[in-house]
């Protein structure tokens, strides 16, 4: 049996972050990869672009539970230093409104600088390591594969990733090794994921874009209001206000099961109330079609669509259900189209500033592995590269 100082668990952004920091200090490390290849959800992120992180790596981008545990890793390993780490490996990046991708826009290149390091360090790479326990040894731990294939270390760094993108071999199978190990796994859910809707408006509406503000509403409470593109789909609603708001809709219907779950829209942000109820009047005034009195204020398509809605005489209620439509969400659109996975092993069970498990001594855990989900744009890749580099260095 072979013996490494650390063994990581899955080769993913955190796990390579892992395997390098770890390597990085000289003693042999190896990386069990699940999938016959590394970083293959890493390839997909941003649409290929690779949104390797935020400028802005404030705590309060991230789920309220996890932001004590997430200033702790990014004062050690924040965005200067995850910046200098890949200008160093030869990365050559840009920045677009805070988001700082590679300067080619392939998440390839990202994952061939990480490569190349992995090769010049003290670390071997298993293939189809699918990791089903890891379990104490006389030396520290025995970290057992499905085929029988086993490998000891001193410490082994758990990064094996959340459940989005199962084409790539994702399946959360990590989860149940945590909890083997004893600890609490707050149930995952799909975020940053479309919502399915049952309204005949997205049907008329299918394939429409425009610019809106989307909230929750779950049993009556309304949540934080997102800004940004509405996509009306066939099955219901995406767009990045969607997305972005889709985690509080999310755990309502998973773990909360609630079954009140709206997603109030208004479809004209950019006018008042009263400026539209002035105009819709003076357009009805002057003789105006119904399905013609959005004409110039939404894309055309959208009279029609709300004909019924906008042949009520009752001009404020009119207003209303543009300024705030409500729409009933069935379910999302899962782990397929998911971004992210919020949920995981909880984080008052690490120690903060190491990452190094309460219950294990010597057991690490790093990026999606963790109850800590971040916005969109940057966060959860930046959590991944800090907290797999942290996870790695720690003694």
Known sequence: MERFTTAVIGGGAAGLLAAISAGRRGAPVVICEKTPQLGKKLLATGNGRCNLLNADLSELHYNAAARRLVSSIFEIFGRDQILSLFRGLGLEVYSDEGRIFPRTNQASSVLKVLELELKRLPVVVK?????????????????????????????????????????????GGAYEIARKLGHSVVEPVPVAVPLVVKDNLCHLLQGQRIFAVARSMINGQPGIEYSGELLFTKYGLSGTCILDASEEVSIALTRKHRTQVFIAVDLVPFISRDKLAGELQRRRDIGMLPDDLLAGILPNKFGPALQGILENSDTAAVVESLKNHLFRVADTR??????????????????????????????????????????????????????????????
């Open 127 to 171: 293939y189809n390591f699918d990791c089903a326990s890891i379990s104490p040894s006389k030396n520290g731990f025995i970290v057992a594969a499905r085929s029988g294939e086993k490998v000891e270390c001193r410490r082994a760094v758990i990064a094996g990733g959340g459940r989005t993108y199962p084409a790539f071999g994702a399946d």
């Open 334 to 395: 899962g782990w397929n189209e998911a971004e992210f996975t919020a949920g995981g092993v909880s984080v008052e069970e690490v120690v903060t500033g190491t990452l190094e498990s309460k219950l294990k001594k010597g057991v690490y855990f790093a990026g999606e592995m963790l109850d800590v989900n971040g916005e969109r744009g940057g966060y959860n890749l930046a959590w991944a590269w800090a907290s797999g580099w942290v996870a790695g260095a720690a003694d």
